[in-house]
């Protein structure tokens, strides 16, 4: 018997131009495989990870916010900062700060550190410090932590989420992180020179913050800080006017500068680190606000707004430095005047000012 041929058919193929690549787009033959435009002719990794990450209605979100908070705004709103910009999405952090560089970063502080404490106790080197540098240290240092710990919980980690574009946002988380590291590294180093000398008072840094006269214009100043609610006021009054009239006066024109004529070379290692960060975060917050006051559309009226943040800061931060100056004469080697300290301090913040494209405020001549 002879069997048919089975036959198979086949279903034909039918394009219907809707299949993945068949449209063109503005973008269709670009090879840059970019929703941005990088600074550079490439994007750098920290382009790629936090550019366009979050989200934005002006920015590929054509249907608006598909999120937002219960009964107000939704996902993250201009309006959370009295500041203006016509392309927020503008800024890039200087410093490049993404997620890997706190990590790596401050790993490498934190080895630091601890490398020197281990060693300064191995050689003894507190040893040879006098009893009025031992009080300094105890008193000063010690309440200085506490601004640092007040700034990292209730400045920097209150705004990390307030900003409009991932960029910004990233940039006060790393700040944060700085800050609460620095306070921590303070924290230790009380605790080693607790252990290693007997008469250095360990818990006297608390009664101090709490009540000595001289601290308490700073921690004022830092209090009423925490209590402002548009994020960039607080950026630009914690790290334009607060760090440049009372933290770098007390960091680097008092503690670095007379640490090694008191037979001090540990304390200038510790706090070099917290000036370190310093630099880093002014110059993520440099940037910001000179592409505000640059703003074609919205400059004038910032500079208007920053001048009112001046006017609003610059005498609560003058009053605390002012109040800081009894402790210029504690030490028993006084290598640095009050004086020359706080001019060095108010000619690097009208350096600053000058960068930003901010006049000096006539508060700082009272």
Known sequence: ??????TRSFPKVEFTDSEAGALEFPSSKSRSYNYFKPAKLRATVYEDVTVDV???????????????FGGGPGGYPQEWTAAKSSNWHAFLDPNEEWEQTIYRNNSAVVRQVSLCLENAKRAGAYGNWNTAW????ARNLGAWMHAENGM????????QRSGP???INTAVAVNAAHKMRFAQDLALFNLDLSESLDTFDGSVHKEVWASAEEWQPTRKAVEELTAVGDWAELLFGANVVFEQLVGQLFR??????????NGDYITPTIVGTGEHDYNRDLGYTRALFRMLTRDEQHGESNKELFGQW???????CLDAAYALQPIWSQPAEKARTFADSLGATKEKFTQLL?????????????
């Open 1 to 6: 018997m002879t069997s048919s041929a089975k």
């Open 54 to 68: 979050q989200p934005d209605p002006e920015r590929h979100l054509s249907q608006g916010w598909i999120y937002g």
């Open 134 to 137: 031992q009080k300094f240290i």
């Open 152 to 159: 990292a919980l209730h400045v920097f980690t209150s705004i």
């Open 165 to 167: 574009t991932n960029m």
């Open 252 to 261: 680097s024109e008092l503690v670095m500068q007379i640490s090694a004529t």
């Open 310 to 316: 001046l006017a609003k800061w610059v005498p609560p």
């Open 354 to 366: 000058e960068e930003i494209g901010l006049d000096t405020p006539k508060e700082l001549d009272k």
